[in-house]
């Protein structure tokens, strides 16, 4: 999906002019004022993006074809609105780990131009701002690696391959090489692994952080083969895993050089920290990704659209009857909790002692770092926004796939349509039937149009909207 950075700048202009409209109905008694108007920053709240996100529906030619605007959580907030801190060795690490992993992998142009618009080094550089410029090179190596890595389970060739995915993870855990025509051209992938693997001092806490990640990529794996949606229990427990952050951690205490003992890094609330910052990390990810993996709850691998990806909390949540909308929601909800526990656990740390304490905060300093690291680093790199990332940050919106593909087609099995999808889907129709925008702000404030609906089926309703949907682009 491309739009062009006049169109960009559409939306924002759109977005500001909206905001005053908002508030002229506002005041002449068409919408009712609530709680939750535009913040000091001049963040546009829930209630007002949604028919936002419906007037640019509506305009044509800005979004492309079965496209949407939802609400994203604001995360810049509670101890992630600190700004961060750069390691000063940056901009030449990235450099020389870039050169370094394209000849390593002897990698195409494309894989090469993959790895530069990630920006690992960007994550590193906030994550570990105080590792030595050759420390912080091995973190840049390892992140270099990751992404191609991944990417072979994520959407590439072995998506859906367990056997072959097997075999790969079997020789990265045991830092051996197979034959070539085993690993059929990744033989290079698992080279540079082991080559990060001999500079890394911590390799217990490697070895087996790296040993939970392969468990997690080989399940998400066999998901995808089955073109099954895990259930939300199981889909946290594998995620956790296989979004690869206890690799990063370990990483991380090796570049700072940070030393704690093992009784001490094995305590309930030092693992609990732990599992709140891959939590943040992967659920960071899940909202941010969303739209770019496109994925499709229980419908076969074969009708997945674009990448296709199984394994994300949004997904999931859709799969379960949600809304889009509602699934972000609900991903910001679990994110609020994470802050929770963060302070609730560090108030449970027992006492080493001066020396210990002083190296398990530097630990959680290193721990906040990283999930800030991976905040920023989403908004900043063009994996995932492209030119739409400055958008997102300021508007806390995104496009996805329309939702109510799935209502009017019927591929989306067992998810109920809700009140919310359908007043939206109606608006959007008023809008585009020309229909004055204080009539269809008081039409959503009125509660008779969905008593009117009651009687009917959620078959004719949905016959309805199809109709609806045909008229809008016959229009």
């Known amino acids: 999906m491309t739009i062009i950075t006049g169109e960009v700048s559409q939306l924002e202009t759109d977005a500001s002019e909206f905001a005053v409209e908002h508030e002229r109905l506002t005041t002449l008694g068409?919408?009712?004022?609530?709680?939750?108007?535009?913040?000091?920053?001049?963040?546009?709240?829930?209630?007002?993006?949604?028919?936002?996100?419906?007037?640019?529906?509506?305009r044509g030619g800005i979004l492309p074809a079965g496209k949407i605007i939802v609400t994203i959580p604001d995360m810049f907030?509670?101890?992630?609105?600190?700004?961060?801190?750069?390691?000063?060795?940056?901009?030449?690490?990235?450099?020389e780990a870039d050169a370094w992993i394209e000849r390593q992998l002897q990698a195409d142009e494309k894989v090469s131009k993959k790895i530069i618009r990630a920006d690992f080094a960007l994550f590193c550089a906030i994550a570990s701002p105080e590792a030595s410029r050759e420390r912080l090179r091995t973190l840049c190596d390892w992140g270099n690696w990751v992404f191609p890595f991944d990417d072979m389970f994520d959407s590439g060739h072995l998506k859906d391959d367990r056997r072959r995915c097997q075999d790969i993870l079997s020789a990265l855990l045991h830092r051996q090489d197979l034959e070539p025509s085993a690993l059929k051209g990744n033989i290079n992938l698992v080279r540079v692994h082991n080559d990060v693997w001999n500079r890394v001092v911590v390799q217990d806490r490697f070895s087996a952080a790296m040993s939970r990640y392969c468990e997690g990529v080989l399940?998400?794996?066999?998901?995808?083969?089955?073109?099954?949606?895990?259930?939300?229990?199981?889909?946290?427990?594998?995620?956790?895993?296989?979004?690869?952050?206890?690799?990063?951690?370990?990483?991380?205490?090796?570049?700072?050089?940070?030393?704690?003992?093992?009784?001490?890094?094995?305590?309930?609330?030092?693992q609990e920290l732990q599992r709140v910052v891959t939590d943040v990390i992967f659920l960071q990810n899940d909202i941010l990704s969303y739209s770019k993996e496109e994925a499709r709850p229980r419908i076969p691998k074969s009708c997945y659209r674009d990448e296709g990806v199984p394994h994300n909390i949004i997904m999931v949540f859709r799969s379960q009857g949600c809304t889009t909308q509602e699934a972000y929601d609900k991903a910001g909800d679990m994110l609020k909790d994470c802050y929770r526990d963060w302070y609730l656990t560090q108030a449970a740390l027992p006492q080493y002692g001066e020396a210990m304490d002083a190296e398990i905060q530097r630990y959680i300093k290193a721990l906040q770092n990283v999930m800030t690291a991976s905040l920023h680093w989403h908004f900043k790199s063009d994996r995932y926004f492209g030119n739409m990332k400055d958008f997102a940050r300021k508007y806390q919106m995104i496009i996805v796939a329309d939702q109510f593909d799935n209502i009017v087609t019927g591929e989306l099995k067992g998810a109920a349509p809700t009140r919310h999808a359908y007043?939206?889907?109606?608006?959007?129709?008023?809008?585009?039937?020309?229909?004055?925008?204080p009539l269809c702000v008081a039409f959503q404030r009125s509660k008779v149009w969905?008593?009117?609906?009651?009687?009917?089926?959620?078959?004719?309703?949905?016959s309805m909207l199809a109709s609806m949907f045909k008229k809008r682009k016959e229009l």
């Open 30 to 58: 068409l919408i009712e004022r609530t709680k939750d108007q535009t913040d000091a920053r001049g963040i546009i709240p829930k209630s007002r993006q949604e028919l936002l996100a419906t007037r640019f529906s509506a």
């Open 77 to 95: 907030v509670s101890f992630l609105s600190t700004r961060p801190k750069f390691n000063p060795f940056y901009h030449e690490v990235k450099k």
């Open 219 to 270: 399940e998400h794996v066999g998901h995808a083969s089955q073109g099954t949606t895990p259930e939300l229990e199981e889909y946290i427990s594998v995620r956790r895993r296989g979004v690869g952050v206890e690799p990063v951690l370990a990483l991380v205490q090796y570049a700072e050089c940070i030393d704690v003992t093992d009784a001490a890094f094995e305590h309930h609330s030092v």
């Open 423 to 437: 007043l939206t889907a109606i608006l959007a129709w008023m809008f585009d039937c020309g229909i004055p925008k």
């Open 450 to 462: 969905w008593q009117s609906f009651s009687w009917m089926s959620l078959g004719r309703f949905e």
